[in-house]
């Protein structure tokens, strides 16, 4: 088991692109959550899944972003015309289910809008 | 609505000194509270947890005390370590079906050799 893995690491665009994440969670873990973390500030809760329904989404997640998990094991979180606020860490992570309370987090893939 | 409140940092000690690193929180409910840990270049990782009132939760030498009267959850430990410089978060999670973790802001810890 590889853990929590996250793709790419690193992306770099222009304001007004559009871009995509890619999460793969442990593979038994049925729940699966994305994070945005901005420099200074804790971790903030975006959206999750069980299995490939989407059960919770954050106020913060606007109409721009968009998140699937279409088979129930790997995700992606796509941001449509991206602005220099999108700039971030972004973070997934997964569970077993609702009595395995333990979060693992993968190491993020930080985004920077231009 | 949830939040956590944490000390800010950088929190800077000598090696084997003692630890606190305050938390206080504000819910719905009856959390489960959490401290995690990064540490440089890596992702969270859990480091404790307690899921109710006088849950004494405890790793690495790290203990925090979950006390509902003070709606707090101090993380403390007696002798610090230089491979204990991290970041460090206090979250939660409320009841009532939410499933989403509330993190506070980080408290950036340094030890010096």
């Known amino acids: 088991d590889t853990g929590v893995s996250q793709n790419p690491r690193h992306k770099i665009t222009k304001r007004g692109q559009n871009v995509t994440f890619r999460c793969d969670p442990i593979?038994?873990?049925?729940?699966l959550y994305w994070y945005r973390q901005t420099l200074g500030q804790g971790p903030e809760f975006l959206t999750y899944f069980q299995n490939e329904a989407q059960l919770e989404k954050s106020r913060l997640l606007s109409d721009r972003f968009s998140a699937e998990r279409p088979k129930g094991s790997f995700s992606t979180l796509e941001i449509q015309r991206t602005e220099q606020g999108d700039s971030a860490m972004y973070l997934c992570a997964s569970r077993g289910g609702p009595n395995t309370g333990e979060l693992f987090f993968g190491e993020g893939s930080r985004l920077t809008v231009l | 609505g949830n939040s956590v409140t944490q000390m800010e940092g950088p929190v800077t000690l000598s090696e084997e000194a003692f630890l606190t690193i305050n938390c206080t929180y504000t819910?719905?409910?009856?959390?489960?509270l959490f401290w995690y840990v990064q540490y440089p270049g890596e992702g969270l990782q859990l480091l404790l947890k307690?899921?109710?009132?006088?849950d004494k939760g405890s790793n690495k030498g790290f203990e925090a005390t979950y006390r509902k009267e003070t709606t707090s959850f101090h993380l403390e430990k007696g002798s610090v370590q230089v491979s204990d410089s991290a970041v460090y978060f206090c979250?939660?999670?409320?009841?009532?079906?939410?499933?989403?973790?509330?993190f506070g802001k980080g408290t950036h810890l340094i030890i010096q050799p």
């Open positions: 819910a719905t409910g009856y959390p489960s």
């Open positions: 979250a939660l999670r409320s009841g009532g079906g939410a499933d989403g973790l509330t």
């Open positions: 593979s038994e873990h049925n729940r």
């Open positions: 307690a899921t109710k009132a006088d």
